[in-house]
């Protein structure tokens, strides 16, 4: 198994350019996650999925979208880019709830010039 | 609201001592407490986790953490620390009554020297 796996690794981007953040799990898991990461600080949730077609915002939404059309896939959606939005992004799935064991894709690093 | 504290951003040790990594958190109701690790330029990876139960638990790579209702912590322990364990450690936890979402700490550094 492949795991959770992120596209692309690293991507610059200018203020308001758009672009696609890929996420992918082969484990058959129903929850799907969107992490951001800002230096020196923790993980905080964008959006989250708990199954195909079921989306629900975390904590940090604004500026971004997500969809589910599939149990595989969980892509991320900037649609202006922000400075604000240079993070490295985190992609995670587990198998039924908040409670399981989340496994973490290697990450994406964006930088909005 | 829930939130989780890590007062140390960094905590140095030698190799072959004991290490603890500092957690403490507050929530409204029970408490759901989890401890990943991340190595430079890879995801986080789970430790482990305490639910209900035995307030001592056991996870990944000798690492073990302690529950204490009463000082709201969760401090991660190891009773050898590697040169290998150089990692970033995040607390996370999740409030039974605050739906979906896990709440993490600002990590700590940990550095074992040899």
């Known amino acids: 198994n492949a795991g959770v796996t992120q596209t692309p690794k690293f991507r610059i981007l200018k203020i308001g350019q758009s672009m696609t953040l890929q996420c992918a799990q082969d484990m058959n898991h129903n929850y799907m996650y969107w992490y951001r990461q800002d230096p020196g600080m923790g993980l905080k949730l964008i959006y989250y999925?708990?199954?195909?077609?079921?989306?629900d915002k975390g904590e940090v939404p604004n500026g971004y979208n997500v969809s589910r059309s599939t149990t595989e896939d969980f892509p991320l959606r900037l649609e202006l880019a922000a400075p604000s939005q240079t993070s490295v992004y985190f992609c995670?799935?587990?198998?039924?709830?908040?409670?399981?064991?989340?496994?973490f894709g290697p990450g994406t690093r964006l930088t909005v010039l | 609201a829930q939130s989780v504290a890590q007062p140390e951003d960094q905590v140095n040790v030698a190799e072959g001592n004991p290490l603890t990594v500092k957690c403490t958190y507050s929530v409204s109701g029970n408490p759901y407490l989890f401890w990943y690790v991340q190595y430079p330029n890879r995801g986080l990876q789970f430790l482990l986790k305490?639910?209900?139960?035995?307030?001592l638990v056991k996870g990944s790579y000798g690492f073990e953490a302690e529950f204490n209702k009463s000082q709201t912590s969760f401090h991660l322990k190891k009773p050898s620390a590697l040169v290998s364990d150089s990692a970033l450690y995040f607390c996370a936890v999740r409030d039974e009554n605050a739906g979906n979402m896990l709440t993490f700490g600002g990590g700590t550094r940990l550095m074992v020297k040899p």
């Open positions: 995670a799935s587990s198998y039924s709830s908040l409670l399981d064991t989340q496994y």
């Open positions: 999925s708990v199954g195909a077609g079921i989306t």
């Open positions: 305490y639910i209900t139960g035995d307030n």
